[in-house]
């Protein structure tokens, strides 16, 4: 089979084309249509060189379709309201996670100065220590849902459709798989350098406060953080339906 | 020879449009109907086939929609609309005139044959 032939023919002849929907459906549309040409003349008897050329040849100017793609926004204009509808979504979507981790951070706040409030009127076990780790750690959960909304009022649209034309040009050269491939990796690494500085964290702790009876929560924020990432991973990320 | 290309260009719009009225099709099989019909000696280039789709569809002539054909390229049929059906009718009308139009001139011009 030539089939390679006439797609790599098709991928240099789209080379200039404007990236977009209109275009690569247009490029799908075409190899069928030359694929099947090409097949029945084969099948008639054509050589391969032969029955390629015939196809090619009957393409003519493709250039003219482009022209009319590059200025015709009625589709992109579609795509563009889609995109805007995602990104308040991810928004939402964003701040609600950012609303739970406050809730989390001041239930750790809670239960500390509970805690402080036990210790102080029964026994005193390191009491003063567990609440001063706690309030770190109520601060520490909230560095991310500030810096998520931070992230989240910069989701914007695009203004112009321009903008949002020149947006999908640079997304296109990089495949959303490939960036979720990345991400992925980048996630992996940070996930096993934050068990690592847990563990750290927890013995340092552990032996300054010697409340060992309750430290190992510290191994609970750190589940938290790894279901954190994994729903950012959604929400960037999501799979592609194909 | 030329004339009827350029003629058949002139016309791909409803000459497509005919031929969905027939069923629903793609463009390589539109291509194919029009070389079985004038026995094999026309067919539209690509180009001109596609930047009429687009048109049509823009229009609300005809829509789009992708088969399934598994392995390698989609197709992707059109069907006719509601206008496109009076499009086309409008279209045969303009043509029947232009040719009604045509044969008189060439009859009045004296090139035909003298009886």
């Known amino acids: ?242 | 020879m030329s004339i009827t290309a350029d003629i058949i260009r002139g016309h791909t719009e409803t000459i497509i449009l005919a031929s969905l009225m027939e069923h629903d099709s793609y463009g390589y099989q539109i291509n194919k109907d029009i070389l079985r019909k004038t026995d094999n000696r026309y067919e539209l280039k690509e180009a001109t086939l596609y930047t009429a789709f687009r048109r049509l569809e823009q229009a609300g002539y005809i829509t789009a929609s992708w088969g399934d054909e598994k392995g390698g390229a989609r197709r992707r049929y059109y069907s006719i609309t509601q206008e496109g059906r009076k499009a086309c009718e409008q279209g045969l009308l303009e043509w029947k005139e232009a040719k009604a139009v045509i044969d008189k001139l060439l009859e009045l011009d004296q090139c035909g044959e003298k009886s």
């Open chain 1, 1 to 242: 089979m030539d089939n390679l032939r006439i797609r790599k023919y098709m991928d240099q002849l789209f080379e200039n084309a404007p990236i977009n929907r209109r275009t690569l459906e247009l490029k799908e549309e075409l190899i069928a249509n030359a694929l099947e040409k090409y097949n029945d003349l084969t099948l008639r008897g054509y050589g391969e060189d032969e029955a390629f050329q015939l196809v090619i040849g009957s393409i003519g100017d493709v250039r003219q379709l482009f022209a009319e793609m590059g200025t015709d926004d009625d589709y992109s204009q579609a795509y563009y309201l889609q995109w805007a509808r995602e990104a308040q979504e991810r928004k939402a979507a964003l701040t609600a996670v950012s609303a739970g981790l406050f809730l989390l951070a001041g239930a750790v706040l809670v239960i500390s100065l509970l805690l402080y409030w036990y210790n102080v009127k029964f026994i005193y076990i390191h009491g003063q220590n567990l609440t001063l780790l706690g309030i770190v750690i109520a601060l520490l959960i909230c560095i991310v849902p500030v810096s998520l909304l931070v992230y989240a009022h910069k989701i914007q649209p695009p203004v112009e459709l321009a903008d949002y034309t020149a947006k999908q040009a640079a997304l296109n050269s990089e495949s959303r798989k490939q960036r979720r491939r990345r991400f992925k990796q980048i996630k992996g690494s940070l996930e096993g350098m934050m068990w690592l500085l847990i563990v750290i964290f927890y013995f340092i702790i552990s032996f300054t406060t010697q409340a060992w009876y309750i430290t190992w929560i510290i191994f609970l924020g750190g589940a938290a953080v790894e279901c954190l990432l994994d729903a950012l991973t959604k929400i960037f990320f999501p799979i592609d339906k194909e």
